[in-house]
């Protein structure tokens, strides 16, 4: 069957792939494949900066964004022939470590985790794949393909609920939400702080293109400057990994304000930074950055739940480009105006 591939460790090696029928080791439900979403971790794996194959094998079928359409499920699965579905990423070590074994393998201490299209095990980018009932999420059939957004939005549900966790470290009644960028992860962070009730302001470079409007039409803020922002952000969400712009938003939080770093610079810069005066700010104004990554198993749920609640219109204008799986390689290269590009794998 056809894949898409990649031989990690090796740039450009990208390519419509033939391998064999998924193994039933990977799991008792056999998925037939739908979309597979692309990021940009996808993108730096294409490039040979990071991910790691299967034992015994020289490549890897990637795609961690998934949704599927079931063929077989067994008894018992909670799915049925025709059910849609996403597949969760992460497995947990097989030691485990102590947050493996509650199941917070996002969390994982040692490193000895799996993930799905990205360390150690094929991912769901295939015309089949298969997967365990305890890691297939279904997916109701109202959201259709835009139940590709969930593993992108788990890891938004994920970063929330840290947000939470560490503002309720005292009182906490965030107003004003700030976002920098308006990518997927961005805007889906968005989406989400809308949903809650705050005000939201979302910083991006882009002037033209659909962002600045599907921003607006959240009922949020665009900005191209930091410097217009009026007031002082309780919660940044910051999606784009830019160092500069991780500390400048950091400056802006008042007390108790927590700001959560969600996003990765492919190319780290230096810059240069008055860490003593930084650190002071946050000492004394008991502000708080926290990473996040990946996501449980729950915040999937909590997910699908997001994008129930989502306009479906305004869902389906995140998804601004879909390719065939015999040219997928074509979606690692950004055109104007791409937000979230699929890999259709049935065509």
């Given at each position: 069957?056809r894949?898409?591939?990649?031989v990690?460790?090796?740039?450009?090696s990208?390519?419509v792939?033939?391998?064999?029928?998924?193994?039933?080791?990977?799991?008792?439900?056999?998925?037939?494949?739908?979309l597979?979403?692309?990021?940009?971790?996808?993108?730096?794996?294409?490039s040979?900066?990071?991910?790691?194959?299967?034992?015994?094998?020289?490549?890897?079928?990637?795609?961690?964004?998934?949704?599927?359409?079931?063929?077989?499920?067994?008894?018992?699965?909670?799915?049925?022939?025709?059910?849609?579905?996403?597949?969760?990423?992460?497995?947990p070590?097989p030691?485990?470590?102590?947050?493996?074994?509650r199941?917070?393998?996002?969390?994982?201490?040692?490193?000895?985790?799996?993930?799905?299209?990205?360390?150690?095990?094929d991912?769901?980018g295939a015309e089949?794949?298969?997967?365990?009932?305890?890691?297939?999420?279904?997916?109701?059939?109202?959201?259709?393909?835009?139940?590709?957004?969930?593993?992108?939005?788990?890891?938004?549900?994920?970063?929330?609920?840290?947000?939470?966790?560490?503002g309720?470290r005292?009182?906490y009644?965030?107003?004003?939400?700030?976002?920098?960028?308006?990518?997927?992860?961005?805007?889906?962070?968005?989406?989400?702080?809308?949903q809650?009730?705050?005000t939201?302001?979302?910083?991006?470079?882009?002037?033209?293109?659909?962002?600045?409007?599907?921003?607006r039409?959240?009922?949020?803020?665009?900005?191209?400057?930091?410097?217009?922002?009026?007031?002082?952000?309780?919660?940044?969400?910051e999606?784009?990994g830019?160092?500069?712009?991780?500390?400048?938003?950091?400056?802006?939080?008042?007390?108790a304000?927590v700001m959560?770093?969600?996003?990765?610079?492919p190319?780290p810069?230096a810059?240069?930074?008055?860490?003593?005066?930084?650190?002071?700010?946050?000492?004394?104004?008991?502000?708080?950055?926290v990473g996040?990554?990946?996501?449980?198993?729950?915040?999937?749920?909590?997910?699908?739940?997001?994008?129930?609640?989502?306009d479906?219109?305004?869902?389906?204008?995140?998804?601004?480009r879909?390719?065939?799986?015999?040219?997928w390689?074509?979606a690692?290269?950004?055109?104007?105006?791409d937000?979230?590009?699929?890999?259709d794998?049935?065509?």
């Open positions: 069957m894949a898409m591939t990649v990690p460790g090796k740039a450009d990208a390519s792939g033939e391998v064999p029928e998924p193994a039933e080791s990977d799991g008792s439900i056999l998925v037939e494949g739908l597979a979403g692309i990021c940009g971790t996808d993108i730096e794996m294409c040979g900066l990071f991910g790691s194959g299967r034992q015994g094998s020289d490549k890897l079928v990637i795609g961690h964004e998934s949704l599927g359409r079931v063929l077989e499920a067994p008894a018992g699965s909670g799915l049925t022939t025709g059910d849609l579905v996403a597949g969760i990423v992460r497995r070590d030691v485990p470590c102590p947050a493996c074994a199941g917070e393998w996002d969390f994982c201490r040692n490193g000895l985790y799996t993930e799905r299209g990205i360390k150690e095990m991912g769901y089949r794949w298969r997967v365990d009932p305890y890691y297939a999420v279904p997916v109701p059939g109202q959201l259709g393909r835009l139940g590709v957004l969930v593993e992108p939005a788990s890891i938004l549900a994920k970063a929330w609920e840290q947000v939470d966790q560490v309720a005292s009182w009644g965030p107003e004003h939400v700030l976002v920098t960028g308006a990518g997927p992860i961005g805007l889906l962070a968005a989406l989400i702080a809308t809650r009730g705050y939201v302001h979302v910083l991006d470079l882009a002037t033209d293109g659909p962002k600045p409007q599907l921003v039409d959240l009922g949020a803020e665009y900005l191209n400057d930091l410097a217009d922002l009026q007031v002082a952000p309780d919660v940044v969400i999606a784009t830019a160092g500069r712009l991780v500390v400048d938003c950091a400056k802006l939080l008042p007390p304000g959560c770093l969600t996003g990765i610079s190319s810069a810059i240069d930074v008055q860490l003593d005066a930084l650190t002071r700010q946050l000492v004394v104004r008991n502000a708080a950055l996040s990554v990946n996501a449980a198993k729950r915040h999937y749920a909590e997910a699908v739940d997001v994008l129930l609640a989502a479906p219109a305004w869902l389906e204008r995140l998804i601004t879909s390719v065939p799986l015999s040219d390689p074509t690692l290269v950004k055109e104007p105006g937000i979230k590009v699929v890999v794998l049935q065509r």
